[in-house]
């Protein structure tokens, strides 16, 4: 069997771009050069199958990129919001659980269909080509990126259902590399945890932007009558990242106990704007009376 | 066979069971979504649990909340607030109840007429849905809004607009008033106290103030269904309609399936007309379908899932109106913050309004957290400070419009909630051929191919764009003159939370579904009664009461035409639906 050749130089930029690269094998990433190596692979039956070494990997990028996500809604006194450059001294979204909140919703509760996740994910992962930027500091070798690639691609082909915060974070991550292409390196596990506050604005600012090339590139992926649905899903889906990492960071979802449907704690929103100061109450003493004193109006 | 099938206990489909059940009439009330039978056990006053989209009580999904919500297709930034369950989106309503504005009727000759949307207007005149609209008021009960330091603080802006004060029903010019609403008056300690052991019924009746309206009316506790102070459908006309035999001499107890998803129409053709004959539902926990006949289907899901069950039944579409007309009245969102305590998250959510003919109207809106945070982030025009998306209008608010969001909304509530004051802004918006529903080409659900709505909000008429910039100046003089600091406009992204006209009632044949009666054009026996019936945007006025005359009218019509009945509405009073006799039997059937 001839020996296929290494990915292309865009293929690594790619990978770069959406994070699996600098999350598997960068500095700091989850996963030692070696247990990608062909010959320990070959040769060694204890390791695991690429394919399982790639999935935590992915969530944890995933992860990563939603708390990049989630301090760019409401900003806290972590390290996330410190690279933002906003850092907070009162409790924000990753003390709210706003991230838990996210994966928690796209990875269970989106009823998104695997019909259009799927190739979504796979648009983005595998369909994009190299926008031509150059990126800096990724000295990998050829096999192994070759062996990361393979491992994203079966994963992206197994029938296990693609959870969906993966490639809302490649989107993210891809986004944020367009934006500032330094940001494949430095802190944190994804380029889009690396933002400041401005770029991760310019970084949506592109998704919403109604003629992105994003948004061409992925209609091209779908054949008719699918093909403006997938872009009319992105323009939504600019929108409502924002707004549901923001309703989740003000919401009780990370002190709520479903079983006694009670709060564990006071939620991080109340104390931050005076809501019920005393928790929930059955009535206020807020009737003042009648507006000029008139109960009833008639014709 | 059932005498008649109802497709959908929301703010419609009630309307008519009730009405039909006191006549006698063998009525089957069919819910795709959960009975909130037990709201104490059920529900909570928290956001998340009650209003996520995707996980919360108030969702559009079956009763099993470990299954996800039923997806819809928004190819746009938009937000399409659907609920399932019996009640609808009166469950989270804030209950209010002012008229639709003459103007939008057929025969209106005031010195505006030309003002409105007047290619679209409702097929009968204002006089003859009076009638109507009294039958409602005084079933609900509809009353005039108890005040609290939200609303006095929004009276004091409007009081600096040079406007008069409404003291009718129907409104004749531009003025300002409390609202006409569905919530039972204070009574007792409610509105009195925050003790919450002195807030028990019958010590407190009507509202409490507690705020909770968009988590659902449950107080005050230990009343009966019927007489929790918010008259959402599940606590007013669903009730009567199950307990008919002990109010309505004659009456008939109607049967209340949820879950039960209805997926097709039948027809036949009788005579080469095609006519209703009934319809097949998918019970959401086992999967299994039955079907049922009957001599009159009334559809009532409302503006997105009736055109849906319409396109997926195969039934024709001549004009190809069927979904078209969507109006949501184009909101938009204008905060305002204060120095002075405003009492922003207690009371009904919105005891004020103004209203504006021919433009639209605004009306304050008190929210808890997370929904606040939610009204200041969904907007068309970027970030405020970062990017505008195109947009980022400026005008008598501060900066250019966009999202309040990051380090500015934080440091906004952390300002106080209780110091903030919030104002929707309601347009006036024409019927527009292009903002519709179609059938979706992502995969189908359980249910079968579903819904896309779209809405091109950039390419509105002119009317409707103007509309809505005259009446966002108004929110922020009105908010500059109860005296805001500062003052926000979120130029929102389209929610979609009034809903109207999308199966809509109209003169011509050309650009409307149903005919003057309430009756579909194509299929006879086959007639649609909710939201989506309206024949256009009302003027801006909230809908319900609009919806729940013109279902009373219907149901008139429909006792009239097929079941050779008289109508009732010009000649008896209506029973109020918080009787005692309901709250006795609703005790004996455990409800």
Same mark, same amino acid.
């Given at each position: 069997?001839?020996?296929?050749?290494?990915?292309?130089?865009?293929? =690594?930029?790619?990978? !770069?771009?959406?994070?699996?690269?600098?999350?598997?094998?960068?500095?700091?990433?989850?996963?030692?050069?070696?247990?990608?190596?062909?010959?320990? !692979?070959?040769?060694?039956?204890?390791?695991?199958?690429?394919?399982?070494?790639?999935?935590p990997?992915?969530?944890?990028?995933?992860?990563?990129?939603?708390?990049?996500?989630?301090?760019?809604?409401?900003?806290?006194?972590? !390290?996330? $919001?410190?690279?933002?450059?906003?850092?907070?001294?009162?409790?924000?979204?990753?003390?709210?659980?706003?991230?838990?909140?996210?994966?928690?919703?796209?990875?269970?509760?989106?009823?998104?269909?695997?019909?259009?996740?799927?190739?979504?994910?796979?648009?983005?992962?595998?369909?994009?080509?190299?926008?031509?930027?150059?990126?800096?500091?990724?000295?990998?070798?050829?096999?192994?990126?070759?062996s990361?690639?393979?491992?994203?691609?079966?994963?992206?082909? $197994?029938?296990?259902a693609?959870?969906?915060?993966?490639?809302?974070?490649?989107?993210?991550n891809?986004?944020?590399?367009?934006?500032n292409?330094?940001?494949?390196?430095?802190?944190?596990?994804?380029?889009?945890? =690396?933002?400041?506050?401005?770029?991760?604005?310019?970084?949506?600012?592109?998704?919403?932007?109604?003629?992105?090339?994003?948004?061409?590139?992925?209609?091209?992926?779908?054949?008719?009558?699918l093909?403006?649905?997938?872009?009319?899903?992105l323009?939504?889906?600019?929108?409502?990242?924002?707004?549901?990492?923001?309703?989740?960071?003000?919401?009780?979802?990370?002190?709520?106990?479903p079983?006694?449907?009670?709060?564990r704690?006071?939620?991080?929103?109340?104390?931050?704007?005076?809501?019920?100061?005393?928790?929930?109450?059955?009535?206020?003493?807020?009737?003042?009376?009648?507006?000029?004193?008139?109960?009833?109006?008639?014709? | 066979?059932?005498?008649?099938? +109802?497709i959908?206990?929301?703010?419609?489909?009630?309307?008519?069971?009730?009405?039909?059940?006191?006549k006698?009439? #063998?009525?089957?009330?069919?819910?795709?979504?959960?009975?909130?039978?037990?709201?104490?056990?059920?529900?909570?006053?928290?956001?998340? #649990?009650?209003?996520?989209?995707?996980?919360?009580?108030?969702?559009?999904?079956?009763? #099993?909340?470990?299954?996800?919500?039923?997806?819809?297709?928004?190819?746009?930034?938009?937000?399409?607030w659907?609920l %399932?369950?019996?009640?609808?989106t009166?469950?989270? *309503?804030?209950?209010n109840?002012?008229?639709?504005?003459?103007?939008? *009727?057929?025969?209106?000759?005031g010195?505006?007429?030309?003002?409105?949307?007047?290619?679209?207007?409702?097929?009968?005149?204002?006089?003859?849905?009076?009638?109507?609209?009294?039958?409602?008021?005084?079933?609900m009960?509809?009353?005039t809004?108890?005040?609290?330091?939200?609303?006095?603080?929004?009276?004091r802006?409007?009081?600096?607009?040079?406007?008069?004060?409404?003291?009718?029903?129907?409104?004749?010019?531009?003025?300002?008033?409390?609202?006409?609403?569905?919530?039972l008056?204070?009574?007792?300690?409610?509105?009195?106290?925050? #003790?919450?052991?002195?807030?028990?019924?019958?010590?407190?009746t009507?509202?409490?103030?507690?705020?909770?309206?968009?988590?659902?009316?449950?107080r005050?506790?230990?009343?009966?269904?019927?007489?929790?102070?918010?008259?959402?459908?599940?606590?007013?006309?669903?009730?009567?309609?199950l307990?008919?035999?002990?109010?309505?001499?004659?009456?008939?107890?109607?049967?209340?399936?949820?879950?039960?998803?209805?997926?097709?129409?039948?027809?036949?053709?009788?005579?080469? +007309?095609?006519?209703?004959?009934?319809?097949?539902?998918?019970?959401?926990?086992?999967?299994?379908?039955?079907?049922?006949?009957?001599?009159?289907?009334?559809?009532?899901?409302?503006?997105?899932?009736?055109?849906?069950?319409?396109?997926?039944?195969?039934?024709?579409?001549?004009?190809g109106?069927?979904?078209?007309?969507?109006?949501?009245?184009?909101?938009?969102?204008?905060?305002?913050?204060?120095?002075?305590?405003?009492?922003?998250?207690?009371?009904?959510?919105?005891?004020?309004?103004?209203?504006?003919?021919?433009?639209?109207?605004?009306?304050?809106?008190?929210?808890?957290p997370?929904?606040?945070?939610?009204?200041?982030?969904?907007?068309?025009?970027g970030?405020?400070?970062?990017?505008?998306?195109?947009?980022?209008?400026?005008?008598?608010?501060?900066?250019?419009?966009?999202?309040?969001?990051?380090p500015?909304?934080k440091?906004?509530?952390?300002?106080?909630?209780d110091?903030?004051?919030?104002?929707?802004?309601?347009?006036?918006?024409?019927?527009?051929?292009?903002?519709?529903?179609?059938? %979706?080409?992502?995969?189908?659900?359980?249910?079968?191919?579903?819904?896309?709505v779209?809405?091109?909000?950039?390419?509105?008429?002119?009317?409707?764009?103007?509309?809505?910039? *005259?009446?966002?100046?108004?929110?922020?003089?009105?908010?500059?003159?109860?005296?805001?600091?500062?003052v926000?406009?979120?130029?929102?992204?389209?929610?979609?939370?009034?809903?109207?006209?999308?199966?809509?009632?109209?003169e011509?044949?050309?650009?409307?579904?149903?005919?003057?009666?309430?009756?579909?054009?194509?299929?006879?026996?086959?007639f649609?009664?909710?939201?989506?019936?309206?024949?256009?945007?009302?003027?801006?006025?909230?809908?319900?009461?609009?919806?729940?005359a013109?279902?009373?009218?219907?149901?008139?019509?429909?006792?009239?035409?097929?079941?050779?009945?008289?109508?009732?509405?010009?000649?008896?009073?209506p029973?109020?639906?918080?009787?005692?006799?309901?709250?006795?039997?609703?005790?004996?059937?455990?409800?």
């Amino acid at each position: 069997m001839p020996v296929a050749d290494p990915p292309p130089l865009s293929r =690594r930029a790619f990978l !770069a771009r959406i994070g699996v690269l600098g999350a598997a094998l960068g500095g700091g990433g989850l996963l030692a050069r070696s247990m990608l190596a062909p010959a320990d !692979a070959a040769t060694n039956p204890l390791l695991p199958p690429a394919v399982d070494l790639i999935r935590p990997v992915l969530a944890e990028l995933a992860r990563d990129t939603l708390n990049g996500l989630t301090v760019f809604a409401m900003p806290g006194p972590d !390290a996330y $919001s410190r690279t933002q450059g906003t850092l907070s001294r009162t409790p924000g979204a990753l003390e709210a659980g706003a991230t838990d909140f996210m994966i928690n919703a796209l990875d269970h509760f989106v009823p998104f269909p695997d019909a259009i996740a799927q190739p979504v994910g796979a648009a983005l992962v595998t369909g994009l080509a190299d926008s031509g930027i150059a990126l800096p500091g990724l000295d990998l070798l050829p096999v192994e990126l070759r062996s990361l690639d393979q491992a994203l691609a079966a994963y992206l082909q $197994s029938d296990a259902a693609l959870p969906l915060s993966f490639p809302i974070a490649g989107l993210l991550n891809l986004m944020a590399t367009q934006v500032n292409p330094l940001a494949v390196n430095g802190p944190h596990l994804s380029p889009f945890a =690396r933002l400041t506050y401005a770029e991760k604005a310019a970084a949506f600012e592109l998704i919403e932007k109604t003629d992105s090339d994003l948004v061409a590139l992925l209609d091209v992926q779908f054949p008719e009558p699918l093909k403006g649905s997938v872009s009319g899903l992105l323009k939504f889906v600019g929108g409502a990242l924002i707004e549901f990492a923001t309703f989740g960071a003000y919401s009780e979802y990370g002190v709520f106990d479903p079983d006694t449907r009670t709060l564990r704690k006071r939620p991080v929103a109340w104390t931050l704007s005076g809501y019920q100061p005393n928790g929930p109450v059955e009535g206020w003493d807020d009737f003042i009376g009648y507006y000029q004193g008139r109960m009833e109006v008639h014709d | 066979m059932r005498d008649v099938i +109802v497709i959908g206990a929301g703010g419609g489909g009630p309307v008519v069971a009730k009405e039909l059940a006191a006549k006698g009439l #063998d009525v089957l009330l069919l819910e795709a979504g959960p009975r909130h039978a037990k709201p104490r056990e059920e529900w909570t006053t928290f956001e998340d #649990d009650a209003n996520n989209p995707l996980t919360g009580y108030f969702r559009l999904g079956p009763t #099993d909340r470990s299954k996800p919500a039923w997806y819809r297709e928004w190819p746009q930034n938009s937000f399409v607030w659907q609920l %399932s369950g019996v009640g609808g989106t009166t469950q989270h *309503f804030y209950g209010n109840y002012p008229r639709a504005y003459p103007g939008v *009727f057929k025969g209106y000759d005031g010195a505006d007429r030309n003002g409105y949307d007047v290619n679209h207007r409702f097929p009968f005149t204002y006089a003859e849905m009076v009638p109507y609209f009294e039958w409602v008021e005084a079933l609900m009960p509809v009353q005039t809004a108890a005040m609290g330091h939200k609303e006095q603080m929004f009276f004091r802006g409007a009081e600096t607009l040079g406007l008069p004060v409404q003291t009718t029903k129907t409104t004749h010019e531009p003025s300002y008033r409390p609202q006409e609403n569905a919530i039972l008056q204070p009574g007792g300690t409610a509105g009195k106290t925050s #003790d919450k052991n002195l807030l028990n019924y019958p010590q407190a009746t009507g509202c409490t103030f507690c705020g909770y309206c968009f988590q659902g009316c449950m107080r005050p506790n230990g009343a009966p269904r019927n007489q929790f102070a918010k008259r959402s459908t599940d606590n007013s006309y669903v009730p009567m309609a199950l307990t008919a035999n002990v109010w309505a001499r004659g009456g008939k107890p109607i049967e209340l399936i949820a879950d039960a998803y209805v997926t097709r129409v039948h027809t036949e053709s009788r005579h080469g +007309v095609l006519t209703a004959s009934g319809v097949t539902w998918r019970d959401n926990v086992s999967g299994e379908e039955h079907r049922e006949d009957a001599r009159v289907v009334v559809m009532s899901g409302g503006c997105t899932e009736n055109p849906r069950l319409w396109f997926n039944s195969g039934l024709p579409n001549p004009n190809g109106w069927v979904g078209r007309g969507y109006t949501d009245h184009f909101f938009d969102w204008m905060i305002g913050s204060f120095d002075e305590y405003t009492g922003n998250p207690k009371g009904v959510g919105s005891s004020a309004r103004l209203d504006y003919p021919p433009y639209g109207g605004l009306e304050n809106v008190g929210l808890p957290p997370a929904l606040s945070a939610f009204g200041g982030t969904l907007s068309d025009s970027g970030i405020r400070g970062q990017y505008k998306n195109g947009r980022g209008k400026t005008g008598p608010w501060d900066g250019p419009a966009g999202r309040v969001m990051g380090p500015e909304l934080k440091e906004l509530m952390a300002g106080g909630i209780d110091k903030l004051l919030t104002v929707l802004v309601i347009t006036d918006d024409d019927v527009e051929a292009q903002n519709r529903v179609t059938l %979706s080409a992502l995969p189908a659900d359980e249910n079968g191919p579903i819904p896309k709505v779209t809405f091109k909000q950039r390419k509105r008429t002119k009317r409707t764009l103007k509309n809505r910039e *005259f009446m966002a100046r108004k929110a922020a003089e009105l908010l500059r003159g109860a005296g805001a600091k500062k003052v926000y406009r979120v130029d929102w992204a389209p929610l979609i939370l009034h809903v109207q006209s999308s199966m809509r009632m109209g003169e011509s044949e050309q650009n409307s579904v149903l005919d003057a009666r309430g009756e579909t054009r194509a299929v006879k026996r086959l007639f649609i009664a909710d939201n989506s019936a309206l024949s256009n945007g009302l003027g801006g006025p909230n809908p319900t009461l609009t919806s729940q005359a013109l279902a009373t009218r219907t149901a008139e019509k429909i006792f009239q035409t097929y079941f050779d009945g008289d109508p009732w509405v010009r000649t008896d009073s209506p029973v109020v639906s918080t009787d005692p006799r309901i709250s006795v039997r609703l005790g004996q059937l455990g409800l």
